[in-house]
T-cell receptor, first 107, second 114 residues
Framework: AQRVTQPEKLLSVFKGAPVELKCNYSYSGSPELFWYVQYSRQRLQLLLR??SRESIKGFTADLNKGETSFHLKKPFAQEEDSAMYYCALDTGNQFYFGTGTSLTVIP | NAGVTQTPKFQVLKTGQSMTLQCAQDMNHEYMSWYRQDPGMGLRLIHYSVGAGITDQGEVPNGYNVSRSTTEDFPLRLLSAAPSQTSVYFC?????????????FGDGTRLSIL
């Protein structure tokens, strides 16, 4: 069963526009959720995690247990945000990744 | 401090050949894991280990073996390569003691099976 769903494979926004990358999860326990990013020719790296309630590179994500969502948001997209973004769920022993969203920011 | 190191970066195999993908980390992380990344499928967990001598299966373990004789190393073995195993493979590690620790990834190994 798919535990993490990212409905958008591709997302394009103009520079300066708001961006939201959707993530929904399925898990009966207390979820530990992360966003990972992979820039062109770079390794996959952590962007942010819900438990830290942090803002990294202007991105934030709020865990909504009622909607089982962990959407990633940024108010003003920048060209350097173009990358592949993965939502991930940690169930303790295993990480489950979504299928990823490729974000393109158009200058 | 190199983090997670994977070798080789690229490999081409013929169907039926065997090979080992190497993964090493120098952060003294207890948890290590292998993923494969396929278009439209995201990253899927193959095998993982919570410490030396302990391994377990992930989502897609068939066709792959692992061992964890030391904390630092976690090799992935393909005993008889099949074209369906053409993929990009990522190794990752994280501390085990803290539940919410993120994973640190290697650069990946791009494997093609002909």
């Amino acid at each position: 069963a798919q535990r993490v769903t990212q409905p958008e494979k591709l997302l394009s926004v103009f520079k300066g526009a708001p961006v939201e990358l959707k993530c929904n999860y399925s898990y009966s326990g207390s979820p530990e959720l992360f966003w990972y990013v992979q820039y062109s020719r770079q390794r996959l790296q952590l962007l942010l995690r819900h438990i830290s309630r942090e803002s990294i590179k202007g991105f934030t994500a709020d865990l909504n247990k009622g909607e089982t969502s962990f959407h990633l948001k940024k108010p003003f997209a920048q060209e350097e945000d173009s990358a592949m973004y993965y939502c991930a769920l940690d169930t303790g022993n295993q990480f489950y990744f979504g299928t990823g969203t490729s974000l393109t920011v158009i200058p | 401090n190199a983090g997670v190191t994977q070798t080789p970066k690229f490999q081409v195999l013929k169907t039926g050949q065997s090979m080992t993908l190497q993964c090493a980390q120098d952060m003294n992380h207890e948890y290590m894991s292998w993923y494969r990344q396929d278009p439209g499928m995201g990253l899927r967990l193959i095998h993982y280990s919570v410490g030396a001598g302990i391994t377990d299966q992930g989502e897609v373990p068939n066709g792959y073996n692992v061992s964890r004789s030391t904390t630092e190393d976690f090799p992935l073995r393909l005993l008889s390569a099949a074209p369906s195993q053409t993929s990009v493979y990522f190794c990752a590690s994280s501390p085990w003691a803290d539940f919410d620790q993120p994973q640190h990834f290697g650069d990946g190994t791009r494997l093609s099976i002909l």
